[in-house]
């Protein structure tokens, strides 16, 4: 049967279709309508775009040492924890710094690296296979500073950790733990911490390759104004209203089980014939 221009749809410049129960249609026909795209579409697409194969995160913690772990040989357990995971399309970039009372660690990756790293600091983890321990085991009070998930592009051009010893700058105003306090002052106490690292990592990536040693050997002296001082990440440690790493992973990795209101209701509602 042939149809006259007149006839076509007007919206899509188609002609029509028979609908199944012989009637003519004029909209658009569903066996040729283009695919709607979803947003996990759309996240594919930037990534290959991009050249990624997977999501890239960024998580600051902090938290604190129990009296029994050496600051060093912490260090060297996020280096046989990373080492399981570190892959040429799965660069694991960042930094930890270990003060004598607290510790703050930035950390770049992917997905499944980023959930292994979080689930390892639980305090009551049992699913570690090293002969050490879990990070959990050697950590107190570890609190999520930031959590940022399809980040563009990454501030470190590696992963590294180092040892802060403590230093008594001349002139340096003492630290008055009463100045975090109301949730607005920790806001931005954290905020200024999180900015301050991320331009730390941008300074260590502009250096040449040649300085890059020097500079991590004497990151207190190099990046002396970037680097939070210790005083502040006591009391950011030990803040009640900072999410603590038990609390992200109860609200966010486990099982969300859900009862429909009427699966409360017996006998079943019989259902309503328009």
Partial sequence: MSVSPSRRNTITGRPPYMDGDGTLGLGPDPAVEEKRGSLLDVVRDNL???????????????????TNVDRSDFGAYYQRFFRQYQAETDLITGMLLVFPNAWIHVLEASYKVTLAFLRDLHPHNNTTT?????????TINTKLLLLVDDISSRFYPFWSSRVIEPRQEIGEREYDASEVVGDDVVAQTVTDVCVNLAALGTGLSNLQKNDLKTALDEIGTHFRDLIPRPAILSHLVNASNIISIEDWLSRYDGYFKFIVESERVWPIEKPVHV
């Avoid at 290959?48 to 129990?66: A, D, E, P, S, W």
């Avoid at 090293?130 to 050697?138: N, Q």
């Fill in 48 to 66: 290959q775009r991009q050249g990624k194969t997977t999501m890239l995160y960024r998580v600051i913690l902090i938290g604190g040492l129990r």
């Fill in 130 to 138: 090293s002969a050490s321990g879990s990070a959990g085991s050697k």
